[in-house]
């Protein structure tokens, strides 16, 4: 059964508005994304919407900021979106918005600089993370 969504956003409250934009820029792109404020309506059981969504998810972006270091939420998803990117072999985006030291298995894969001071080139690593959402599960191209 294909994936209900292209990607999964995971980010701490007070990165709201950051977090709309890049969900507005990948819509826009044409791929389905999965934030909560897209999956989750008013009496739903969070965490039971938040496991579907993670679960039927083909990739994975997790916005990295003070406040989601600090955050139980991003915490508990980093570990369940971790377990698929290397179980499952799904792609895990680590995104940065502010200056904050990634954990070890967040670093070790290429990051996107969403930070302030890289804003002169935020929308040449907007395509970049695009494109690896676009390519990701496409079969691997032939031999030439």
Do not use: H
């Not at 507005?24 to 999965?34: I, K, N, Q």
């Not at 499952?88 to 940065?96: D, H, T």
């Amino acid at each position: 059964m294909p994936d209900a969504y292209d990607v999964f956003l995971s980010y701490a409250r007070p990165d709201r508005d950051r977090v709309a934009a890049l969900a507005d820029r990948l819509l826009a792109e044409g791929l389905t994304v999965a934030w909560d404020e897209a999956f989750i309506q008013t009496g739903d059981l969070i965490v039971v919407k938040i496991d579907e969504a993670i679960r039927n998810s083909a990739n994975s972006i997790l916005v990295f900021s003070t406040a989601s270091i600090g955050s139980a939420w991003v915490e508990n998803e980093y570990a369940a979106l971790m377990k698929l990117a290397i179980e499952r072999r799904r792609r895990f985006i680590p995104v940065l918005t502010e200056d904050v030291s990634l954990p070890p298995l967040a670093e070790a894969r290429s990051y996107a600089d969403l930070r302030e001071s890289n804003r002169p080139n935020w929308d040449r690593v907007l395509q970049k993370i695009i494109r690896a959402l676009q390519s990701a599960g496409a079969p691997p191209p032939s031999p030439a």
